[in-house]
């Protein structure tokens, strides 16, 4: 290489280098690895997508010339002088003669596919870019991986024999189908439950296995149960295709088969994305990985970013080894790791880092910043559950009163049962919580319905929703009437909807003729209207012309009232759709995004409140102050998991996950005794908390082992319990009778500290107040008592506080600990 060459290339990386001079050197050098496969580690809180962001505009503004040796035979020594003298402020002209200088066969937008998991990440990632690109960022490909699968099927899916305006069933209609399979193969449910049979198929797809597949591999009388599910899956593989519908698992297979079966297909997509991002790639399953391997296969210029610490998917077929082994699958592939945190204080990354090192199934990073250490970590132990919570909630109180939000807070949980007590203690102490995980928008019946009559006018062939919606609601058309029309369906190998059009060719349906084909009518007439209408006015057509709403309204009570309301708010979800994406503004496209739509993307922000959830929804969040509960052997890690080290692993690898949420203050809580489930146990402190630097933590309450040594080392509370105990007593299945049981009730005793009571607690007075008091509370400041209400030796008292909109209603004896009378 000549001496010119080399200065140049010197000199265009140095440029390209300060055009992204915002980045850490790590993210830099992250961005500006362009060619061939490159794995990112990207720790909790290191800025990825930044990071990506940054990737896709070095790619779409200089391509590959900042990870390449060539020089361009135009480039002369006058445009040397020009890049090794460019300024670090540059003029618009000289900059836009740097780039010219710097670019090297720049991709096209569309030529690069950037793959999330969730579509609130998707949509994120999409704005960003926006922000940094301008309109050149719509035309990139960045999408989750099955609305980029959905994108692929819905040009191609008629070459594998699926209609290109395919159905996309969810859960429910899964189980639904399995369920009528089970019916007809004289299956029962006890034996084969709808949800389990469905995992098993998941696991079988996740494999790649056909129904053909798994009906080989499990063929022998000794396989009698899944021998069994093999024609279960054989017939719901049927089932769906006959239909034209796909579940969530056959979105991902179906791309697959097609790109395997089709080189022609194959060769236009990996033509077409010159290059290929992945994120979250921990999480990937076998499938996805197929995937990704098929669209990245042509150039190798394949960049996946994760964090092989945060894989905590195991449960759903996330595969640990696609992150692990990523230089073996990729030869000559190169790792770039991002250690430098953005979100946490020294104390609480060096906690994380010392629990994450005791895994062994790691590529080995450590988290530092530049956010100074901050305060140490908390760990309390409280006496019982309901000490734990209220611990709890009185520490956020007390945040509150000090200029905090409540919505600072989040109070983490290994298990969804953990919120019970949680709950009560912020409703005795009004404080406004709201919880991740409850029933959401689109799992409301009225919602699905409407959906239902959407997915059928947009795709007649759906069987399963036409049977949802051809009697609701009632136009006389019972089970009865649809069984026949069922049996003929499958007699002449057409969709039910075929036959209803039909019914007066068949005498079995001469009674329900009329009612039939009034309902063909309908649809008839609606998809008509589909065709001239915008989707709102189209979706105003169909809860008229259905009488859908007509009959909530005729019954006008509160729950009807309710549910008309959720069918006027889906409306609004479309006229989200449209200012979303107004370029897809199709019933199709639409159905698409809800079919998709995900828990974690129905986490909305902006109210006052404190966040629970599980850990698990906890993923990819942050708040300032952050609770994590229940840090006891049998609750987190689980008891499932005390003698299965990759069990072991993905626990601690979740605990990792949730110390690394809090951006400031970090609490980790666990009780001597805890009630769940009806039982009573006393388990020892998590062995995750042991594992924690003793200068990184503040310990309350913590009790000293007595039997079987250090603490972390099997040793049991100094109760005498064994080393990861999970036993119950007080009457509930002791493990030992009578004399055991009084003596270890007893040795409980006296370990137990001796608490203090409450202010305002049972051993003391109540505040005694009556409506019109002026009373002053530590969260939520001054105010004016408006109603007493006696409780069995309890009161709620409604108080007005200043600048609160609505009056709280608090239980004086947990209330009294914060508030005083003026």
């Known amino acids: 290489m000549t001496d010119f060459n080399k200065r140049y290339i010197a000199a265009r990386q140095a440029v390209i280098a300060q055009d992204l001079r915002r980045l850490n050197p790590m993210q ?353 132990t409280a006496f019982s559950e309901s000490d734990e919570a209220n611990f709890v909630v009185g520490d956020i109180m007390m945040a509150v009163n000090r200029g905090r939000k409540f919505r600072d807070a989040a109070v983490l949980y290994r298990m969804n049962a953990q919120s019970n007590a949680l709950e009560y203690a912020m409703r005795r102490n009004g404080v406004p919580y709201k919880v991740v995980g409850g029933m959401k928008f689109f799992d409301r019946a009225e919602v699905k319905d409407m959906l239902a009559y959407l997915c059928v006018l947009n795709n007649p062939l759906d069987d399963l929703r036409l049977r949802r919606i051809v009697n609701s609601p009632a136009r006389g058309i019972g089970a009865t009437t649809m069984d026949k029309v069922a049996d003929l369906a499958a007699a002449q190998g057409a969709s039910l909807y075929e036959i209803i059009r039909n019914a007066d060719l068949f005498p079995e349906l001469k009674a329900a003729k009329a009612k039939l084909l009034k309902f063909a009518d309908l649809i008839d007439g609606l998809r008509r209207q589909g065709a001239e209408l915008a989707l709102p006015e189209f979706y105003d057509a169909v809860c008229d012309q259905s009488g859908y709403v007509k009959v909530l309204e005729e019954k006008n009570d509160l729950e009807s009232r309710g549910r008309i309301e959720n069918v006027e708010e889906l409306k609004s979800s479309i006229l989200g759709f449209l200012e979303r994406d107004p370029e897809d503004a199709t019933l199709s496209g639409f159905l698409n995004e809800i079919a998709l739509y995900t828990d974690l993307d129905s986490l909305e922000g902006g109210d006052d409140s404190v966040t629970m959830m599980t850990i698990h929804s906890a993923k990819g969040l942050e708040f300032p102050l952050v609770y994590v509960v229940g840090l006891e052997e049998g609750i987190f890690p689980g008891s499932s998991a005390q003698y299965d080290q990759e069990e072991i692993e993905e626990e ?88 055991a049981v009084r003596s270890y009730r007893e040795t409980v005793a006296k370990a137990a500290p001796q608490r203090p009571a409450a202010k305002g607690g049972a051993s003391a007075p109540m505040l005694e107040l009556r409506p019109g008091d002026e009373v002053e509370h530590t969260a939520f400041g001054q105010g004016t008592v408006l109603d007493v209400k006696p409780m069995s030796g309890d009161a709620m008292v409604t108080v007005q506080f200043q600048g609160v909109e609505k009056p709280k209603r608090l239980m004086l004896k947990f209330a009294g600990s914060h508030m005083k009378k003026l």
């Open 652 to 739: 601690r690898r979740l605990c990792y996950v949730a110390m690394t949420r809090a951006k400031e203050k970090l609490t980790l809580t666990n009780a001597r005794q805890r009630m769940l489930y009806g039982r009573t146990s006393s388990n020892r402190s998590s062995r995750f908390l042991d594992e924690i630097p003793e200068d990184n933590m503040r310990w309350e309450g913590k009790t000293e082992p007595r039997f079987g040594g250090e603490a972390g080392a099997g040793g049991g509370w100094d109760s005498g319990m064994p080393p990861y105990g999970g036993a119950s007593y007080g009457g509930y299945g002791s493990r030992t009778a009578g004399s």
């Open 28 to 380: 830099r050098q992250a961005a500006m690895t362009t060619e061939g496969p490159l794995l990112l580690l990207a720790g909790a809180g290191s800025g990825k997508t930044t990071v990506l962001i940054q990737r896709v505009y070095n790619l779409l503004t200089y391509g590959r010339g900042s990870d390449c040796q060539e020089v361009p035979e135009w480039a002369s020594r006058e445009d040397l002088s020009f890049l090794e003298n460019f300024p670090e402020r540059p003029e618009a002209p000289d900059a836009e003669r740097a780039r010219r200088l710097c670019a090297v066969d720049v991709p096209r937008p569309w030529e690069i596919i950037a793959i999330t998991f969730t579509n609130k990440a998707a949509g994120e990632l999409k704005d960003r870019l926006a922000a940094r690109l301008g309109p050149m960022a719509n035309d990139v490909w960045a999408s989750t991986f099955h609305s980029a699968c959905v994108r692929i099927l819905r040009r191609d899916a008629d070459r594998i024999g699926f209609d290109k305006n395919f159905t996309i069933y969810d859960t429910d209609d899964s189980k639904r189908v399995i369920k009528d399979i089970l019916k007809d193969l004289n299956l029962d449910e006890k034996a084969f439950p709808p949800k389990s049979v469905l995992s098993i198929i998941s696991s079988a797809k996740d494999q790649y296995q056909s129904p053909e597949d798994f009906a080989a591999q499990h063929n022998s009388e000794a396989d009698w149960k899944l021998s069994r599910v093999a024609k279960v899956y054989t017939a719901y593989a049927k089932k769906l295709r006959s239909a034209s519908a796909m579940d969530f698992d056959d979105i991902i297979y179906h791309t697959v088969t097609l790109l395997r079966q089709e080189p022609e297909v194959l060769a236009y997509y990996q033509n077409k994305f010159r290059y290929v991002l992945v994120d979250e790639y921990q999480d990937t399953n076998h499938l996805q990985y197929l995937l990704t391997s098929l669209l990245a296969g042509g150039r190798k210029n394949l960049c996946v970013v994760g964090d092989d610490d945060q894989s905590i998917y195991r449960f759903r077929g996330a595969n640990i080894e696609n992150i692990l082994s990523f230089e073996k699958q990729y030869k000559n592939a190169r790792v770039i790791r991002l250690e430098q945190n953005y979100r946490s204080t020294q104390n609480i990354l060096d906690a994380a880092n010392a629990v994450i090192r005791n895994n062994e199934g790691r590529k080995g990073k450590t988290l530092w910043t530049d956010n100074g250490s901050g305060e140490t970590v908390t760990v309390k």
